[in-house]
């Protein structure tokens, strides 16, 4: 039916402007819940700057998610979405076995740049196989988006590099909490 991975029972050849619609709001709730609990669960451990870093992550996917809201509305007003949780996994959001305690901000940017990167390559697949020609105008859309983030992630990533009091000395295995022999 579909090459693109994480998403089953999408057919992108027959794809709709209203199902591409659905599919990138669910997308953007997808990475914006879990930038939500990694940036909690971080939070729990201590580690505030990438926790916070997370949460501006959610807050950016949250402003896209809403903008293609907002454009679905418009369009089709509250017709009941055709792509649900089910059909996408992962096609945004952070693995979660990403996240480690005591996480440095410069390895909360690194997933980050994965998952914008896993983005920018699924909407460019998508494109790809998509016919509808407003479809394909929207995932060329989410395609610069992506890229967009991506070199925001990048930008941030180079100011880390010069930031002295950015990630901790040594190895961040040195802080794990995991039980150690004596």
Same mark, same amino acid.
């Given at each position: 039916?579909?090459?693109?991975?994480?998403?089953?029972?999408?057919?992108? &050849?027959?794809?709709? !402007?209203? #199902?591409?619609?659905?599919?990138?709001?669910?997308?953007? %709730?997808?990475?914006?819940? *879990?930038?939500?609990?990694?940036?909690?669960?971080?939070?729990?451990?201590?580690?505030?700057?990438?926790?916070?870093?997370? $949460? &501006?992550?959610? *807050?950016? +996917?949250?402003?896209? *998610?809403?903008?293609? !809201?907002?454009?679905?509305?418009?369009?089709?007003? /509250?017709?009941?979405?055709?792509?649900?949780?089910?059909?996408?996994?992962?096609?945004?959001?952070? /693995?979660?076995?990403?996240?480690?305690?005591?996480?440095?901000? $410069?390895?909360? !940017? #690194?997933?980050?740049?994965?998952? +914008?990167?896993?983005? *920018?390559?699924?909407?460019?697949?998508?494109?790809? %196989?998509?016919?509808?020609?407003?479809?394909?105008?929207?995932?060329? +859309? !989410?395609?610069?988006?992506?890229?967009?983030?991506?070199?925001?992630?990048?930008?941030?990533?180079?100011?880390?590099?010069?930031?002295?009091?950015?990630?901790?000395?040594?190895?961040?295995?040195?802080?794990?909490? #995991?039980?150690?022999?004596?």
């Amino acid at each position: 039916m579909n090459s693109l991975p994480c998403s089953p029972g999408v057919d992108f &050849k027959k794809l709709s !402007l209203m #199902e591409a619609l659905d599919l990138a709001v669910t997308v953007e %709730e997808e990475a914006r819940d *879990r930038y939500v609990e990694l940036a909690d669960a971080l939070s729990i451990a201590h580690t505030p700057e990438a926790s916070e870093f997370f $949460r &501006k992550m959610a *807050r950016m +996917e949250e402003k896209h *998610r809403v903008a293609l !809201l907002t454009k679905r509305r418009a369009s089709f007003g /509250d017709r009941p979405s055709t792509v649900g949780r089910l059909q996408i996994f992962d096609i945004e959001a952070p /693995d979660y076995d990403t996240v480690r305690v005591f996480m440095t901000v $410069r390895q909360a !940017l #690194e997933v980050a740049l994965q998952s +914008e990167r896993k983005a *920018r390559a699924f909407f460019k697949a998508a494109l790809a %196989e998509t016919t509808d020609l407003e479809a394909r105008f929207l995932f060329a +859309e !989410l395609v610069a988006e992506e890229s967009d983030h991506e070199a925001y992630v990048l930008a941030e990533l180079a100011r880390q590099a010069t930031d002295p009091w950015g990630d901790p000395p040594g190895d961040p295995a040195d802080y794990s909490d #995991e039980p150690v022999s004596q």
